[in-house]
Every structure is written in structure tokens, then in C-alpha cells.
């Protein structure tokens, strides 16, 4: 069965910039949850969407915003891109309580140059 | 709020030996997630494991979860090279709706020399 698939793989974008991530969850799974990946901070989670309504938050500012589909796809927002913000962005998705585990993309490399 | 801390963070074994990593979590959690991530690459799922006393086995790999010490452990047998990755382990808050928020270790990069 098709995997997790995240697109665009890799972005470049400039300073004060925004981008918007897509991904697309396997089928069936309703859960879909992000996080960012940088060398210095490690894994870290953003937020997790189940049913459209986002049911777990991170620490991150509020110019990292999500929203989730009736079809279960989910797109994340960056507004105001800073240099830190350059990381891998992965999505990854389950059925409902992580039961059966997350299964993740393989991932958008964002730059901000 | 929980954290993960796993140990050793860098692991440079001999092939043929065994060894292994250690995932300590500070609150009540009973779900932990075995990853390998190689480098480049995404993520990939090794193990669940969901209750105390829980142990699964896959090949040279074996996890296994203590929840009233707070402990995982993945114990690598007769390493081989293939089988150098970065490895992190997971936890979620057990209960209502935080399942779905996994936090992850810092992970623990493992090279296997011939």
C-alpha cells in the first residue's frame, strides 16, 4: 500500500518568506502529526491534526500553523520565514491512538536563505 | 512534561558484538517507539511497544519496555554494518487525547566497524 508522501521534497526560500508543506497520510489514517528535524534541537514536535481539528499543539510560535482535510491530507504554514527555520519537515501518520505506531514521509528539507 | 534522554549518544561497536542502547522517559508514558533513521533518509518504524514486560524481536534487533522503571532498552546482537544508523526512541503521555504528540530522544548514532 502507498506510503506517507510529502511534497515538495526539498524548498529554498528566502527570508521573510512563507511555504506551505503538503502531505498526504496513508489510507485509512486519520491522525497526521509534524515535526521538525535540525541537528541542533533534534525532533521536535509541532502539532497533530485527527478528524480536521488539530488535538496536540508544540512550542512553536503561531507563524507554524497546520490544517487538516476531510480526506485526511494535512498542509503546514510557515509565515515570516527566519534562518532557524531551515530543518527536514517530516509528517507522519496513524490510525487513531498510535496503536499500530507512525509510519513518517520521507520528509520536505526546507532552506531559508 | 515528558522527556526522553537515551544513552550513549554515539556508539562505535565491533562487528560480531553486542550491545545496548538505553532509553530513559521521565513521566508516566506506555507507549514507546523504536526508530532507525539513515542519514538523508526518513525515519523507519522497528518497534511498538504498548504495555510492561513488553518484547519484540527482529533480527539482530530487540526492544523491550520496563514502564515502572521508565525504561526501553534496544539490545543489538552480533552486530553487523549494516545495521549502522541513528536510533531514537519515542514516548507518548499516556491517555486522553496526547497520544497522538510523540517526544523523542536525542538519538543515538551507531557505527559498526568491520
Known amino acids: 500500500k502507498a506510503g506517507v508522501t510529502q511534497t515538495p521534497r526539498y524548498l529554498i526560500k528566502t527570508r521573510g518568506q512563507q511555504v506551505t508543506l503538503s502531505c498526504s497520510p496513508i489510507?485509512?489514517?486519520?491522525?497526521v502529526s509534524w515535526y521538525q528535524q535540525t541537528p541542533g534541537q533534534g525532533l521536535q514536535f509541532l502539532f497533530e491534526?485527527?478528524?480536521?481539528?488539530?488535538?496536540n499543539k508544540g512550542n512553536f510560535p503561531g507563524r507554524f500553523s497546520g490544517r487538516q482535510f476531510s480526506n485526511s491530507r494535512s498542509e503546514m504554514n510557515v509565515s515570516t520565514l527566519e534562518l532557524g527555520d531551515s530543518a527536514l519537515y517530516l509528517c507522519?501518520?496513524?490510525?487513531?491512538?498510535?496503536?499500530?505506531?507512525?509510519?513518517f514521509g520521507s520528509g520536505t528539507r526546507l532552506t531559508v536563505v | 512534561e515528558l522527556k526522553v534522554e537515551q544513552n550513549p549518544l554515539f556508539l562505535s561497536m565491533q562487528e560480531g558484538k553486542n550491545y545496548t542502547i538505553y532509553c530513559n522517559y521521565s513521566?508516566?508514558?506506555?507507549?514507546l517507539y523504536w526508530y532507525r533513521q539513515d542519514p538523508g533518509k526518513s525515519l523507519e518504524s522497528l518497534f511498538v511497544?504498548?504495555?510492561?514486560?513488553a518484547v519484540k524481536q527482529e533480527g539482530r534487533l530487540m526492544a523491550s519496555l520496563d514502564t515502572k522503571a521508565r525504561l526501553s532498552t534496544l539490545h543489538i546482537t552480533a552486530a553487523v554494518h549494516d545495521l549502522s544508523a541513528t536510533y531514537f526512541c519515542?514516548?507518548?503521555?499516556?491517555?486522553?487525547?496526547?497520544?497522538?504528540?510523540?517526544?523523542f530522544g536525542q538519538g543515538t548514532i551507531l557505527t559498526v566497524h568491520p
Open positions: 507522519a501518520s496513524s490510525l487513531e491512538t498510535g496503536t499500530y505506531g507512525y509510519t
Open positions: 489510507s485509512g489514517h486519520r491522525s
Open positions: 491534526y485527527f478528524s480536521e481539528t488539530q488535538r
Open positions: 513521566t508516566t508514558s506506555d507507549r
Open positions: 511497544l504498548l504495555s510492561n514486560g
Open positions: 519515542a514516548a507518548s503521555n499516556a491517555g486522553g487525547t496526547s497520544y497522538g504528540k510523540l517526544t
